[in-house]
């Protein structure tokens, strides 16, 4: 089974910084990676796909990149709405397993 | 519009069968490229994915599951249910069900390609 490790588990940040979640998967899976958003309490949001893609409705400061087997998330100009636990997940074949989240925190 | 919701038991007595309901709307489930999975969230932990089923009737399921999972579609009822036999405590959690469309690739298959739209989910606990 293909693994994730996503780092760091947890960053502080101020509104206006720009982050970058990584995440590693333990085998090559080309492109297949998809990143989500969870508020508390809320049901996860997907922001980004294959990597790369934004979602329809995702604003243009989250980007996505990597391919294989390295993958990160940037978040440019941080918003308050932005503070949440953020999940990468494979996709490249069953089990299609999460990572173990990166909650960004305010400074 | 895609919608999704979840619904089942708040409490499930260990070695129950736990049985839960994803009711869809804005997609046919069959002659089309989707499907819905289903995702558990224990409490304070990261999301775990645990079975799906597509429009082809193609049925996956996490092996962390015990004791033979089911997943089944009615596209009359526009439902999709999930039943965990001999349930546990460890089974306590939120369950989400989610909307795909699945992508073809000539190694790997058929796939979802993102969970791209999610029931607001529906909290579970197995205990005596």
């Known amino acids: 089974d293909i693994q994730l490790t996503q780092s760091p588990v947890s960053l502080f940040a101020s509104v206006g910084d720009t982050v970058t979640i990584t995440c590693r998967a333990s085998h090559h899976i080309a492109g297949r990676l998809n990143w989500y958003q969870q508020k508390s309490g809320v049901a996860p949001r997907l922001l980004i796909y294959d990597a790369s893609r934004l979602q329809t409705g995702v604003p243009s400061r989250f980007s996505g990149a990597g391919f294989g087997g390295e993958f990160t998330l940037t978040i440019s100009r941080l918003q308050p709405d932005d503070f949440a636990t953020y999940y990468c997940?494979?996709?490249?074949?069953?089990?299609?397993?999460f990572g173990q989240g990166t909650k960004v925190e305010i400074k | 519009q895609i919608t999704l919701r979840e619904s089942g038991p708040t409490l499930v007595k260990p070695t129950q069968t736990l049985t839960l309901t994803c009711t869809f709307s804005?997609?046919?489930?069959?002659?089309?490229?989707?499907?819905v999975a289903w995702i558990r969230q224990s409490p304070g932990k990261a999301l775990e994915w645990l079975a799906l089923?597509?429009?082809?009737?193609?049925?996956r399921y996490s092996a962390s599951l015990r004791s033979g999972p089911t997943i089944i579609k009615d596209t009359s009822r526009q439902q999709v249910v999930l039943r965990l036999p001999n349930a546990d405590p460890v089974d306590t959690g939120t369950y989400y069900c989610a909307h795909f469309v699945r992508i073809y690739n000539y190694v790997t298959g058929y796939n979802p390609r993102a969970f791209d739209i999610w029931g607001q989910g529906t909290m579970v606990t197995v205990s005596s």
């Open positions: 089923i597509d429009s082809n009737d193609d049925r």
């Open positions: 997940q494979v996709s490249f074949n069953s089990p299609f397993t």
């Open positions: 804005g997609f046919p489930l069959e002659d089309s490229e989707e499907g």
